[in-house]
Every structure is written in C-alpha cells, then in structure tokens.
C-alpha cells in the first residue's frame, strides 16, 4: 500500500537523474525500481495492513482487489518501459521527462485502483489525466498528435468538472468523503435523489474516462492521434487503471442506490460495445482499428458492473491482465512494423509471416486472444464476466455481447489474413527487431498461454 | 442583515453569471465572471470560511482571471473573430444545459438537508483549523498533489521546450 508513495518517489529521482548525467541509466533504475515496488506490493499480501491504513486515515486502502491491480498496473508499466528504452532512442533529451511521466500516470492509475477516499480518487485520476494529455500531444510536429492532445485535455477536464461536482453533491449527502463510511451512511439512509444526482454525475465522468458510449467521441481521435507507444499507455494503463477506479467506487459504496442506474448502465454497455464494434469493423488503420475496439472492451468489462451483486472481481482482473497483455504485444508488434514501413494501415503487415513467421504468429495468438477463441486467456475472460451476467439475470445482455463478439472476430482476423495470406511489395524492408522487444513478446505470450491454460491460479487470487 | 447581504450578493453572483455568457465582448464577459467571483467569496465569507474567501479572490480573480485577459490579448479575440455556431449545436447545448438545471433544482428541492449539527464549531472555515485538517487527516492526498502539480509542470516544459532540429511542417 506504499507503493503510490514510493512509485511518486522513483518518478522524481527519474527527474532529478537528468541533473546527475545518467541518462542511460534512467530506464533501467525505473524498471529495477518498479521490480522493487512489485516485491512490496506482495509482502502487503500476507501482511495485516490495518494500522498501516488507519495511518494514513484510510486514504489508501489495501485489500486484495487494490493489492491484485496496483500488481498489474506496475507490472504492464515494467513491460512498456522495456519498450520505451528503444522507443525513445531519437528523444534523449527528453527521457528523463518522458519516464517520469509515465512513472506519475502509474501513480495515479495506483491511486485509482486503491483509495479509500474520493479525494484520493480524484487526485488519482487528475495526476493520470494531466500526464495523458501531455503523452498524447507529445509529437509537436504531428498535427493529428496536437489535435489529439488538445482534444483530450478539453473533454478531460470538463469530465473531471463533473466528476467533482458529483463527489460535492455525496458528500453534500452523506457528509463523508472516506468510501465505508459513505456506504454505511447509504446503507441506513433513505437515498435522496441529491444523492442520485450526485452518483449520476460521477457515473458520466466515469464513463468518460474509460471511453464507454456515448461518451466516447474522443477515444478514437485521441488513441489515433498520438504516438504509437504513448497509445499503448493510453489503453493499457490508463484504461484499466480507469476502469479499476469505477469498479471499487460502485462496488465498495454505491450497490444501494444503484436500483435506477440499472437499466441506464445496462443500456450505456450494450451501445458501448456495438458502437465500438461496428465502427472498428470499417477501419483501414491498425491502431485505430485497436482503438475502437478498446471502446468494446471497456463495455464487456462494464458487463461487471452492471451484475454487482455476484462476486465479479476476480473476473474483472482476469480480463484487465487478458486484454492488458494481448495488447501490448499488439503494440509492440505494430511499433516495429510502423517503423520500417511508415504505414498504419492494415498493407503494412501483408506478407509479415514469410519474413518473420515468429512475429506473425505471436500477433496472431495476441488477436484470438482479444477475439476471445480457446484456449487463449481473453476467451476464459470473456466467459466468466458472461456466465456472471448470466448468473445475474441479464440474458438479453450477453446474447449482444456475444453477438458483437462474433463480430469482432472479423476485424482482428484482418490482420492476420493480411499477415498470411497477402504478399509483401517486393521492396519491403525486413523489420529490425530489438531483442528487447523479442523479450517483451515472449513475457506477454507466455502470459497469455499460462493464464488461458490454468485460468483456475489466476481467479482464486482475489 | 446577513439575510438580505445573502441575498443581493445571490442576485450579483446569478447576475454577473448571465451576463458572462451573454456579452458579445470576450473582455466583457471576464469582467462579469470577476464580479462573479467575487460576490461568491462573499459567500464564503458569510459562512465564515475566511481563509477560502481570500484563496478564491487571490486565485480565481486573481491568477486564473489574468490569465484568461493575456490570453484573450495574445490572440486578440473581438466580437469579429466569434464564429457562428449551427442552430443545432445551440439548440442542443441551450436544452441539456437546461435539463441540468431543472434535475438540479428538482434534486435540491426534494431534498431536505440534513439536521444541523448541534455544536456548530465557528472555527472550522479558519486557517488554523484547516492547515490542521490539511497536515493531519488530509496529509497522503496534499502530498499527493504535489505529483500532480509537478506533472503539469513537466508537461508545460516539455511541450515549451525548443527541439533542436525544427520541422517545417507546421506552420
């Protein structure tokens, strides 16, 4: 539970490094440093974190969902600042100032997956958000990068402007901000509708900051426009770090008063996913393609909290750590084949499997798994969340979810058709592969093997 | 007394707000959302929150207000440079601006607030009062927000920095 604390701490001595002349070094004491952090996030495990948390007056909380995300989150950010060290190779001037920043959106993605407080849940997604926008317009020549951050930071902060006047109108009811005491006032009170008012609003910025529909224009522009890398971070990360923040708030204080928002949520996920599904079916660019489908991925993971009465969270992490790691080989993939062929398109992978048939089929695996085929773990992700759903009632809800899951097998298949079965143009350059990124490819594959194999060691964590 | 002050510096404050909307002039409209400013400070100060009155007048009206004339100068905004907006975009924005309200206003009036706490502590809005919520029980998210300012910071120097080698691209 102090890895916010020392996680904000590594961020200022990547800053504070650049002073020293250890530019080379940065990357590599990030890394050690998060291994580090990683190694007490499991040591809380066992621990009885209690005195610790009443410390702190509850502002963090460490049970076994923040102790399982805050895992995931640090462990998917070691993977992309593996990548970054050949990313950011053109950039050294600007290394120190990159990793911090990605060191300060994981500290805000902790605090999300963690507090105990709405302050701290707004910190949490304001010290994410700011440091997004930032990575998202970070290419200054790129026009569709300056439009990407600008967008961002114009829909962000009239989201966060809800988000606080939602928390004001809670705490106009309840009289709290800590999140138990919240719910036990919930939980003997009459709920007033100031209080629906109030859920309703931070239930819209939610929803803006995981890109469900309809709050997801901006989703598709921004993931588009930003650099490569920087959109990995922006739909890993940031997305499941968002979304870990809207499961705790809904799970932890607001089950009573979420009679009325049933149906509005209900209907908000089923758009979600066919919204996202049909418009990533008609896309000609990879990453937008993957951009639009992280639009229907955060609405099966709304499937989750839709059915809050069951035991979901050991299905919700097991989705993050599926989709986390199918796509950042998807990324890593697509950051190779960007650079040799300059395109974004789907023709950049024709021919890949002649020329690098270890390439394409670590791509193909990391598809099915986002399309949700056995013995992958993004099928074992998508089940459970369903026969959860189904458990609860919601029928009708996973027949359109398994309908758009059909149809999202089209669009993921794309690439591997292009991979296989279309040729390469005659003057293509062989990709030059760090063996950096080799190492990253073969983390996520086993992940995804192991976790789709054995799915059973991964859901009895939580 | 503190009734009817209640009341007019209501009327500046709902006055002032419309007429930020309404004017023409973008300098105007700047002037009115400072007079808006600073009736709710009186407000504040009505409750006795000092130390939050002084706070919204020296970075609301202050800074932020600042900012916003250097900017509307920078970019030498007038009434000429204002585009039209579609009727529809208005249409749109003017009705769910609307429902906004009118939800608000139904939510505030069903409600009934909440009994008044029998010891009022008169110190609470204090600085003395506050720096020790602040330090105590609010220690982990002031700290925190120390990342939070530090990562705009970042961001301003990274986006303001002069690259070595300046593209054409963009004009």
Redesign the interface.
């Given at each position: 539970m102090n890895a916010l604390i020392y996680t904000s701490a590594l961020g200022i001595i990547c800053l504070l490094a650049e002073i020293f002349n250890l530019r080379k070094l940065i990357i590599p004491i990030a890394i050690a440093g998060l291994l580090a952090i990683l190694g007490t996030v499991a040591l809380d495990w066992n621990a009885d974190n209690s005195i610790r948390e009443a410390a702190l007056y509850n502002m963090l909380r460490a049970d076994s969902f923040s102790l399982t995300f805050s895992g995931l989150l640090i462990s998917l950010t070691v993977l992309l600042l593996m990548l970054s060290t050949d990313f950011y190779k053109t950039e050294q001037a600007k290394i120190s100032d990159y990793i911090a920043l990605i060191l300060f959106i994981l500290a805000g993605s902790l605090a999300m997956a963690s507090f105990g407080n709405l302050a701290m849940l707004f910190l949490g997604i304001e010290v994410l958000s700011i440091s997004l926008y930032i990575m998202a317009g970070a290419n200054k020549h790129d026009k569709r990068s300056n439009e990407a951050g600008m967008k961002y930071f114009l829909m962000g902060s009239f989201a966060s402007g809800l988000l606080l006047f939602g928390i004001a109108l809670v705490y106009g009811e309840t009289g709290s901000f800590d999140i138990v005491e919240i719910r036990d006032f919930i939980a003997t009170h009459q709920p007033t509708s100031m209080l629906y008012v109030g859920v309703g609003l931070m239930l819209m910025a939610l929803l803006f900051k995981t890109g469900a529909a309809p709050f997801h224009y901006w989703a598709p522009d921004v993931y588009e426009g930003a650099p490569m890398f920087h959109t990995a971070i922006l739909m890993t990360v940031a997305k499941i770090g968002a979304f870990a923040a809207f499961y705790r708030l809904f799970s932890a204080c607001f089950i009573p008063v979420m009679m009325p928002f049933g149906w509005v949520l209900s209907i908000v996920v089923a758009l979600t996913i066919t919204v996202g599904n049909l418009s990533a079916l008609v896309q000609d660019s990879f990453k937008r393609m993957l951009a639009l489908s992280g639009v229907s991925n955060a609405g099966y993971l709304m499937i989750a909290i839709v059915t809050l009465y069951g035991k979901t969270d050991n299905a919700v992490f097991y989705y993050s750590l599926a989709y986390g790691m199918a796509l950042i080989t998807a990324f890593t993939i697509a950051i190779l084949v960007y650079r040799s062929s300059e395109t974004e398109s789907f023709s950049g992978f024709n021919g890949l499997a002649k020329r690098h048939p270890f390439i394409a089929a670590s791509l193909t695996i990391a598809m099915l798994s986002l399309a949700g085929i056995p013995p992958f773990a993004g099928f074992f992700g998508k089940y459970y969340i369903f026969s959860e759903a189904v458990r609860n009632g919601r029928m009708w809800l996973v027949i359109i979810a398994t309908i758009n899951s059909i149809i999202g097998v089209y669009y993921y298949l794309k690439v591997v058709f292009a991979m296989y079965l279309k040729e390469s143009d005659s003057n293509a350059a062989p990709l030059q592969i760090p063996v950096i990124y080799s190492v990253v490819i073969a983390i996520t594959l086993t992940v995804i093997l192991a976790v789709g194999l054995f799915p059973s060691t991964v859901l009895g964590w939580l | 007394m503190t009734f009817y002050i209640f009341l007019f510096l209501a009327a500046l404050a709902v006055f002032c707000g419309l007429m930020t909307v309404t004017s023409r002039n973008p300098v105007h409209s700047v002037i009115f959302l400072i007079g808006c400013f600073f009736a709710i400070a009186g407000h504040y100060l009505l409750l006795n929150a000092q130390f939050l009155a002084v706070v919204h007048i020296i970075v609301y009206a202050g800074a932020i207000m600042v900012l916003f004339l250097f900017t509307l100068m920078m970019m030498n905004l007038n009434e000429a440079s204002e585009g039209h907006k579609p009727a529809l975009a208005r249409i749109s924005a003017v009705v769910s601006a609307g429902l906004l309200l009118f939800?608000?206003i139904?939510?505030?009036k069903?409600?009934?607030p909440?009994a008044p706490p029998l010891t009022i502590d008169h110190s609470i809005g204090l600085v003395k009062a506050l720096g020790n919520t602040l330090l105590?029980?609010?220690?982990?998210?002031f700290e925190?927000?120390s990342?939070?300012l530090?990562?705009?910071m970042?961001?301003a120097?990274?986006?303001a920095?002069r690259?070595?080698s300046?593209?054409p691209?963009?004009e």
């Open positions: - | 939800i608000l139904a939510a505030l069903k409600t009934e909440f105590n029980e609010y220690l982990l998210p925190f927000v990342i939070l530090l990562s705009s970042v961001g120097v990274l986006i920095k690259d070595k300046p593209k691209e963009l």
